[in-house]
């Protein structure tokens, strides 16, 4: 059955052809749009998506937004199909990171690869990808990936709560989990050290992971510090693409004599000869974050000899398809691989906690919604005790959203396209 009105009560006419839908707060697509490349006998009738910002707590330099606005992006997707069935996923930009924000996600979304998806088969998903690939075509690697996982997660919501399958049971895997977590220490002065540490301890937090660059001295004295505190943690420093080739070398040994165990993201991905150097020079693993979108140059940067491992997180990735391959290829590789995020929240981190704990990952994962977000859209929320964090169970993603809670959330986000 075709809703003929769309979340606000408007005739859907009226509203797909309102160009200030988003002006709304949220935006639908219905079915009719597409028709063709559905196989099964349920088809997805209508994509709606919300536009929020989650409260946050604590500073995070990546959550300052335009106008001075702060808090954490995202825009959560419901695919609902002809049944009845609703699939939740979550697309989490963050303008400060990558070239993504909330608003070109809208766009993307509601005018590009969400009408493509309208109509299709929901279960197959490798079909959908075609579709998007055609709809906003690859440049280097995927395009709007950050978007465009909010779907991915949403088809695979949906895929497993039409067959009433887990995300693992769909990949023949263990659900896995608990997963332990670490602790985000963002220092802008080396005083304020001890009380970031103190403040993750006292959540029961074991593991750390700091944010470094651009200021290697400050930087090595944030790592023996934070070693010094906490000598038997797993210490992981990150400096989103922040080094200049010449400072990462001279950097990195320093670095590893502080105590950190990994180095995550030293250069810009586009640094490949810088990132071949550091991996020759050995001085500690080399992790890559930000460049590896697709499957395709992740093989090409293994081929290159560029990196140790890879930063995982579904949210940078596309979605779960390529995240998931992803990982086989670097265990393929003998290669390392860490669990990560961009401080997913609800939908989101329940997507990537499918995935880490269906491929059992052992290490802390740098996953910190937790730490920086203050509320949540789930009727019941993800079960947390102390640093360990349980891999949802059920259908799907294994999770239910409130929509009381999402509208709510909806109605004090500013309308996309417009200053706040
Ligand atoms: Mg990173």
């Not at 749009?33 to 709606?48: C, F, L, P, Q, Y």
């Amino acid at each position: 059955m075709k809703k003929e009105t769309s979340d606000q009560g408007l005739p859907r006419r009226e509203f797909l052809t309102a160009s200030a839908a988003t002006a709304l707060g949220s935006a639908a697509l219905a079915a009719g749009a597409v028709t063709d490349g559905g196989s099964g006998n349920v088809k997805i009738e209508r994509i709606d998506l919300f536009p929020t910002r989650y409260r946050t707590v604590g500073f995070f330099k990546f959550f300052q937004g335009p106008g001075g606005s702060y808090g954490r992006a995202a825009v959560t997707l419901k695919i609902t199909a002809d049944d009845g069935t609703v699939g939740w996923g979550q697309s989490v930009p963050v303008a400060r990171w990558s070239y993504e924000t909330l608003d070109t996600s809208m766009i993307v979304l509601r005018d590009y690869l969400a009408p493509v998806l309208v109509g299709r088969d929901p279960v197959d998903i490798a079909g959908a990808q075609a579709a998007m690939d055609k709809a906003l075509a690859p440049a280097f690697t995927t395009g709007m990936p950050i978007a465009r996982a909010g779907l991915d997660i949403a088809l695979h919501d949906l895929a497993g709560k039409l067959t009433g399958r887990s995300l693992a049971k769909m990949w023949g895997l263990p659900r896995g989990g608990p997963l332990q977590l670490s602790w985000t220490i963002n220092a802008r002065t080396l005083d304020e050290v001890d009380k970031l540490i103190d403040t993750g301890r006292k959540r029961g937090y074991r593991n750390f992971n700091i944010k470094v660059a651009p200021d290697p001295k400050f930087d090595v004295q944030l790592a023996a510090r934070v070693r010094r505190l906490v000598p038997n943690g797993f210490l992981w420093a990150d400096a989103n693409g922040g080094y200049s080739p010449a400072e990462a070398l001279e950097v990195a040994p320093k670095l590893a004599d502080a105590g950190v165990d990994v180095l995550e993201a030293p250069l810009r991905p586009n640094r490949l000869s810088g990132y071949r150097a550091l991996k020759k020079q050995g001085a500690l693993p080399i992790l890559m974050d930000e460049g590896v979108v697709s499957p395709v140059e992740l093989e090409e940067f293994i081929r290159l000899g560029m990196l140790d491992g890879v930063a995982m997180k579904p949210s940078r990735t596309a979605g779960l398809s390529s995240a998931k391959r992803q990982i086989e290829i670097l265990r393929d590789a003998g290669l390392m691989w860490l669990g990560s995020g961009l401080c997913d929240p609800d939908v989101s981190l329940a997507a990537t906690l499918c995935l880490f704990g269906a491929f059992g990952l052992k290490k802390p994962a740098a996953l910190n919604a937790p730490q920086f977000l203050t509320e949540d859209i789930l009727k019941e929320p993800l079960k947390i005790d102390g640093d360990m964090i349980e891999v949802p169970d059920g259908p799907g993603l294994g999770i239910e959203v409130d929509e009381a809670k999402l509208a709510a959330m909806v109605k004090k986000t500013r309308p996309v396209g417009k200053r706040e």
